[in-house]
């Protein structure tokens, strides 16, 4: 049996999360502020462990004289705010692997599956939209704690091909997801075109963003020195290059500034960033601050 991308002990520790947006959507609510509490038009969806500080009108008193254990009500109101999740497939996501690290690929998967569970914990609906040169088929999450193991199957059975083309897949998106909500990008942002402007044209049509950048130390701060051929993964492009202390100073603080630059971008609409290593295992990313979840106290 295949090892699953986040273990049972992580899944719990999630139960206390939820997802967050900054903005308004007229007309729409979030899985997140669904209520608890039965009544008319509100449709039973799943439960969910009782928390110190929940509301005890919400509990299944008839679950609890049989588990002697507390259980929350959970239930569905409907129209929400449609939550996607770009998860970047292309080759350059395979790097990483070297100084023992997951690759960016795996890392990715991991950062998702365990967004997509605190989702569907608070019955948030989630999209997950692979994309590499284009956006490829998607597959919608929702339902309940229950419907995780598809969505656990579908991310791992996913593999990393093709180009980053953010012009593309902007111009795809726009296209295909007209209605406006939350757009959770896990990516490299690395595209020997330009990301910046692509990002902000899917921001400028009202979608929040919630941009994930995920880099290798190789990425950041290449190891060898002298002269070196490098080869871009995706396009095979050859370039030579003489590294010295000072040239991976200057590739270094090049490379902060264009996460910087990706950071701006989602602040100034009113988005979020977050950006890490590899290196950083995915459980302290997750709880650490700023990042797309909140705790529910």
């Known amino acids: 049996m295949p090892e699953p991308l986040v273990d049972r002990e992580f899944l719990e520790k999630l139960e206390r999360l939820t997802l967050q947006w900054q903005k308004s959507f007229y007309g729409l609510v979030g899985g997140h502020n669904s209520s608890r ?4 038009g509100q449709e039973f969806l799943d439960h969910r462990n009782f928390h110190h500080g929940d509301d005890l009108r919400a509990v299944n008193w008839r679950a609890y004289m049989r588990f002697e254990k507390l259980f929350l009500k959970m239930f569905q109101v409907e129209p929400r705010v449609p939550v996607r999740l770009l998860l970047d497939t292309s080759v ?18 991991k950062l998702a599956a365990a967004l997509v569970y605190v989702g ?32 656990e199957n579908f991310l791992r059975g996913l593999r990393a091909q093709g180009r980053t083309n953010y012009f593309e897949l902007a111009r795809d998106y726009l296209t295909t997801y007209a209605q406006r909500g939350l757009t959770i990008i896990i990516s490299d942002f690395l595209d020997d075109t330009d990301c910046l402007r692509p990002l902000q044209y899917i921001a400028d049509f009202g979608h929040e963003l919630l941009l994930l950048q ?29 590294l010295d202390d000072r040239a991976r100073e200057e590739y270094t603080q090049a490379f902060d500034e264009h996460a910087e630059q990706i950071k701006r971008l989602a602040l100034r609409n009113g988005g979020r ?24 106290q």
């Open 120 to 151: 569907l914990v608070r019955l948030d609906s989630i999209l997950l939209q692979p994309f590499s040169t284009r956006l490829l088929d998607p597959f919608p999450s929702g339902g309940g704690r229950h419907r995780f193991q598809p969505a």
């Open 273 to 296: 960033y977050a950006g890490f290593s590899t290196g950083i295992p995915v459980e302290d990313v997750v709880f650490g601050p700023p990042f797309a979840v909140s705790r529910i």
């Open 92 to 109: 350059s996501m395979t790097m990483g692997a070297a100084s023992g690290d997951l690759t960016k690929f795996d890392y990715a998967r």
């Open 214 to 242: 995920i880099w290798s130390d190789e990425d950041r701060r290449p190891s060898g020195r002298g002269e070196l051929e490098l080869i871009d993964i995706e396009s095979g492009a050859h370039a030579k290059v003489i």
């Open 37 to 40: 509490f039965p009544g008319p």
